[in-house]
């Protein structure tokens, strides 16, 4: 009865994993999710959905929680940085399981999350970190999300994917450059942009001309 229920369990898990792992792996290319969900926004509690922001470029930021120690340096990067974000047509959402509520306590108090005025998503189901592969349900983050940005054209589509430990902060500075990569991108059909491309630099046009020649 043990061992069944034992492998019952490991099955589980890897099915869980494995789910996790086709999800996010797929996205890109692909709809971004949709989703409703509460959100605390200059200095109020709001709804919003997401497909509300087609016409714009989306930055999904999911972080593990609030009054954490990583978390609020990588925030308060992204406010920062969030004029750059928004001369690029783009919104940013942050996203944790944390309620509207949480997230309110924490900008009240802390100077680096004052700084914040794009919307605090609550994901407090952990429904949206699920339906982006990012939910941690198993481990000492149980009930979290990894730390994952996804980047949104203005059609819906997810552009970039980017997952890692929860231990590891993320640049906001290549974040930034990467969305402006993808404007281009799609403001100039048929070039791409090269290796640690910057905006100003240039560009290739792919073709059979080109083969063997970089």
């Given at each position: 009865m043990k061992s069944a229920l034992f492998l019952r369990k490991v099955l589980g898990l890897k099915m869980q994993q494995n789910n996790m792992n086709l999800n996010f792996g797929t996205l890109v290319g692909k709809k971004?999710?949709?989703f409703m969900a509460k959100v605390f926004h200059q200095n109020k509690f709001k709804d919003l959905r997401l497909s509300q922001l087609r016409?714009?470029?989306?930055i999904l930021a999911f972080y593990p929680g609030d009054f954490t120690f990583i978390c609020p340096t990588e925030?308060?990067?992204?406010?920062?940085?969030?004029a750059d974000f928004r001369k690029l047509n783009a919104e940013i959402l942050s996203v944790s399981t944390d309620s509207e509520h949480v997230h309110k306590a924490w900008w009240d108090v802390s100077p680096m999350i004052k700084k914040i005025s794009y919307p605090m998503v609550a994901d407090t189901s952990g429904k949206i970190s699920n339906l982006y592969g990012v939910?941690?349900?198993e481990g000492a983050d149980?009930?979290?999300s990894l730390r994952a940005t996804f980047i949104i054209d203005p059609d819906g589509i997810i552009r970039s994917a980017d997952v890692h430990d929860n231990s590891i902060g993320r640049s906001v500075k290549e974040i930034l450059r990467k969305l402006q990569a993808a404007s281009y991108v799609r403001e100039h059909g048929g070039e791409v942009c090269p290796v640690e491309w910057e905006?100003?630099?240039?560009?290739?046009k792919p073709g059979i001309g080109l083969?063997?020649?970089i």
């Open positions: 971004a999710p949709d016409g714009k470029w989306t925030l308060s990067r992204f406010a920062d940085f969030y939910y941690i349900s149980e009930g979290r905006t100003g630099q240039k560009t290739l083969v063997g020649k």
